[in-house]
C-alpha cells in the first residue's frame, strides 16, 4: 500500500526545497515552516490565580480519579477488515472548569512552534491530553487560553468554554477576544466545524471546509478525528479516533464522529485539528495508534486535564 503523507508533510516538504532553491516563496517557508514566537512562558499565564498543586490521584487502567477529577477511557472497535473503526473517548467530570487546560508547545505562543502532545503533557503536568486546534497552523481565529486572549481575530466558527463549564458554539465574527474574557471565557477554539447543538448530529457537516490556509482545504471524508464535546457543565467527552490505516481502522467522516458524540450525550461537540495530529496521551502514555504507526506528529497546542 502506498503511504498516506499528510497534506501538511507535503507542504514542509514542498517550501523547503522551493526555499532552499531560491524561489519567490520564500515568504510561504516563513509563513508556514520557521517558529515565530509571539509570548514567551504562554502556559503560566492566566493559571496564576488557578489551584496549581498536583491532584492526589489514583490512576487504575485507563481511569483516574482525585478530588478534582475523574477520567474514564473507553475504547471504541466497529466493523473488521477495511471498514473497522479504532476509537477511544474519555469521559472526564472535573470539579471546576479551571481544571481542564490548554499548554502551548514550548510554552510559548506564536505561530509553527511545535512539540508532541506527550512532550507538551508532561511538561504541562497532564493526566489525560489530546492535541488542540492546531492554531500555530494558522493566522486567525479567536485563541483565548486559561482565561488568557493571545489572538482577535476572528474568522469561522468557535468553540468557547466558559468559567461556569459550559461549553458553547459560537459566530467568531460577530464578537471580540476581548468581550468573550471579559464575559468570562476560559478556552477557545478555533478548527471545527460544530458536531452537535441541542443533542443532534448538525445537518451539513460532511461538507463544510474549515479555512481556506494553503495546504488545508478539506478536512471531509474517513479521517483520523479528534474532538471535544460536553455531557452537562463540568462533564467533557474527549475523542480520538484512529484512521488511514486499512485493516486496523479506516478513520470516521464528520458525521460519524459527531454521532459518536450524541451516543455518548453530548449536547455540544467540535471538532479538532485530526489527521496525522490526533493523538490521545494518558498518565505519560501513548492511547490510540497514530495513522496505524505509532508514532506522533507534532503540534502546537494540547488540551488536558490537570493531573
Known amino acids: 500500500m502506498t503511504p498516506r503523507i499528510s497534506r501538511r508533510g507535503v507542504l514542509a516538504g514542498g517550501l523547503g526545497l522551493l526555499a532552499a532553491a531560491g524561489g519567490g516563496v520564500g515568504w510561504a517557508a516563513n509563513r508556514y515552516l520557521v517558529p515565530h514566537q509571539a ?16 491532584a492526589d490521584g489514583t490512576v487504575d487502567g485507563l481511569s483516574y480519579s482525585s ?4 477520567v474514564t477511557i473507553e475504547r471504541i472497535t466497529t466493523g473488521s477488515g477495511s471498514s473497522a473503526v479504532v476509537g477511544f473517548v474519555a469521559d472526564v467530570v ?11 508547545a514550548d510554552d510559548a505562543f506564536g505561530t509553527n512552534i511545535i512539540a508532541t502532545t ?7 503536568g497532564a493526566i489525560l491530553a489530546v492535541n488542540g486546534d492546531y492554531y500555530g497552523f494558522r493566522d486567525t481565529g479567536i485563541v483565548i487560553r486559561n482565561g488568557t486572549a493571545f489572538r482577535d481575530a476572528g474568522a469561522r466558527q468557535g468553540l468557547l468554554l466558559d468559567r461556569s463549564g459550559e ?6 465574527t460577530a464578537t471580540t477576544a476581548a468581550t468573550l474574557v471579559a464575559d468570562g471565557a476560559w478556552q477557545t477554539w478555533s478548527f471545527g466545524p460544530g458536531l452537535v447543538s441541542g443533542g443532534a ?3 451539513g457537516i460532511d461538507q463544510v471546509e474549515i479555512d481556506t490556509n494553503f495546504g488545508n482545504h478539506s478536512v471531509q471524508g474517513t479521517q483520523p478525528r479528534t474532538g471535544i464535546g460536553m455531557v452537562a457543565a463540568n462533564h ?3 475523542v ?3 484512521g488511514r490505516s486499512t485493516g486496523y481502522s479506516r478513520g470516521m467522516t464528520m458525521t460519524e464522529l459527531a454521532q459518536l458524540f450524541v451516543d455518548h450525550g453530548a449536547t455540544v461537540a467540535y471538532n479538532l485539528d485530526g489527521g496525522g495530529s490526533t493523538t490521545m496521551v494518558f498518565d505519560g502514555d501513548l492511547v490510540n495508534n497514530p495513522v496505524g504507526k505509532g508514532k506522533e506528529r507534532a503540534t502546537s497546542d494540547i488540551v488536558f486535564v490537570a493531573g
Not at 67 to 70: G, I, L, N, R, Y
Not at 118 to 124: D, L, M, R
Not at 167 to 172: G, P, V
Request: no cysteine; net charge negative.
Open 94 to 104: 472535573v470539579s471546576d472548569a479551571t481544571i481542564l487546560r490548554t499548554a502551548f
Open 67 to 70: 478530588d478534582t477529577a475523574t
Open 118 to 124: 506527550s512532550t507538551i503533557a508532561q511538561q504541562a
Open 201 to 203: 448530529v448538525i445537518d
Open 240 to 242: 480520538a479516533v484512529d
Open 39 to 54: 509570548v514567551a512562558n504562554a502556559n503560566q499565564i492566566g493559571t496564576e490565580d488557578v489551584a496549581t498543586e498536583a
Open 236 to 238: 467533557f467527552l474527549l
Open 167 to 172: 461549553l458553547r458554539l459560537y459566530d467568531e
